[in-house]
Nanobody, 125 residues
Framework: QVQLVESGGGLVQTGGSLRLSCTAS????????MGWFRQAPGKEREFVAA????????YYADFVKGRFTISRDNAKNTVYLQMNSLKPEDTAVYYC??????????????????WGQGTQVTVSS
């Protein structure tokens, strides 16, 4: 069983930055494909960014390209989401997700087995 705990959310003004962290318990974190998703009130959960087990490949939703960066530190069992140039429409609960035993990254919720509880990000205008 894998447990994921997100942190780093908060309130920030438009144009500001936040760095989210997601720390995993359990062994073999380095074999997990990781992703970040977000869900705004009244909307479906949507893909934000993903990274392969090695960190060698990353993928982003179009609406965050050039603003957000996903990275990981396997020695710390942690994946990060650096968010810059934040906009009010980035306001949402951000979730990290993990899928074990794969070389690929995924962009849909059904491909991930493990989920964190989420961290709130609010961007004020």
């Amino acid at each position: 069983q894998v447990q994921l705990v997100e942190s780093g959310g908060g309130l920030v003004q438009t144009g500001g930055s936040l760095r989210l962290s997601c720390t995993a318990s359990g062994r073999s974190f380095s074999t997990y494909s990781m992703g970040w998703f977000r869900q705004a009130p009244g909307k479906e959960r949507e893909f934000v960014a993903a990274i392969t087990w090695s960190g060698g490949s990353t993928y982003y939703a179009d609406f965050v390209k050039g603003r957000f960066t996903i990275s990981r530190d396997n020695a710390k069992n942690t994946v990060y989401l650096q968010m810059n140039s934040l906009k009010p429409e980035d306001t949402a609960v951000y979730y990290c997700a993990a899928q074990a035993g794969t070389l690929f990254y995924y962009t849909t919720t059904d491909k991930y087995e493990y989920w964190g509880q989420g961290t709130q990000v609010t961007v004020s205008s």
